[in-house]
């Protein structure tokens, strides 16, 4: 009977997450914003508590999920029809990098750091900062970015240019702190890095945000905002 009574309950349950998926769309399972991360981790523990606890009958399996599966209806629904409400349930993006600079306000507001930033970067094939004219954070946490004139997609042969040596950026101060494993792959050290900070008037570490080193077009620093950030290209010696 305890075999039967648990079948029931997840042919039931299976039935019902399918036809709460096809009612509410791609939302749900695409996560696209914390809402409906956290609906989906939600439904699926009504779920799941539901069918191991014995003492839950059918009907309660039933009205539950679909209770939540209504509530999340009804936000989209509002959501959908009322625009001004839709910014409250779903978020809106935030823009961490403008015209080339990094807002770290909007990045604080976002409680992230330089190397969470990176890493969204690079899962979207960026791999240095300097290439970034705009990027947002959006609702789901994913970036969008667009990126410089220079860096924009093209194809050698859109140009009939020879194939070129690709290096790789290397971070060098994240967060007012140096990184001396980075500076030893370019075979560098701290001495050579604070005098390529003078150059650019900049005397103390803590006052970086960031710096990152690429072959070819030098020392790229941000540093933190005080009045206003500063941000500059330093040229490779």
């Not at 910014?87 to 992230?112: A, C, H, T, W």
């Not at 060098?172 to 003078?198: A, F, M, P, S, Y």
Request: hydrophobic share 45%; glycine share 4%.
């Amino acid at each position: 009977m305890e075999w039967m009574d648990m079948s029931i309950k997840l042919i039931l349950g299976f039935l019902l997450l399918f036809f709460l998926v096809r009612v509410i769309g791609k939302k749900l399972m695409n996560e696209i914003t914390p809402f409906h991360f956290i609906s989906a981790i939600v439904l699926s523990e009504l779920l799941g508590n539901a069918v191991y606890d014995e003492k839950i009958p059918l009907p309660h399996i039933f009205y539950t999920i679909l209770v939540w599966g209504g509530l999340i209806f009804l936000v989209d629904y509002v959501a959908l029809k009322f625009s001004y409400l839709k910014q409250r349930f779903e978020g809106k993006p935030s823009m961490v990098i403008r015209n080339g600079q990094i807002d770290y306000e909007q990045l604080k507001k976002n409680r992230m750091n330089i190397n969470q930033l990176q890493s969204l970067l690079r899962q979207s094939e960026t791999f240095s900062i300097r290439e970034v004219a705009y990027a947002f954070i959006e609702a789901n946490g994913s970036i969008s970015i667009l990126k410089k004139t220079p860096y924009q997609k093209t194809t050698q042969e859109d140009f009939n240019m020879s194939p070129q040596a690709v290096y790789l950026p290397f971070t060098l101060i994240r967060d007012g702190k140096v990184i001396k494993e980075n500076l030893r792959e370019i075979n560098q050290d701290e001495h050579w890095l604070r005098q390529q900070l003078q150059m650019n008037e900049i005397y103390q570490i803590e006052e970086v945000l960031f710096a990152e080193w690429l072959e070819g077009d030098g020392l790229y620093v941000v540093t933190y905002p005080y009045e206003h950030q500063h941000v500059s290209n330093l040229s490779n010696l």
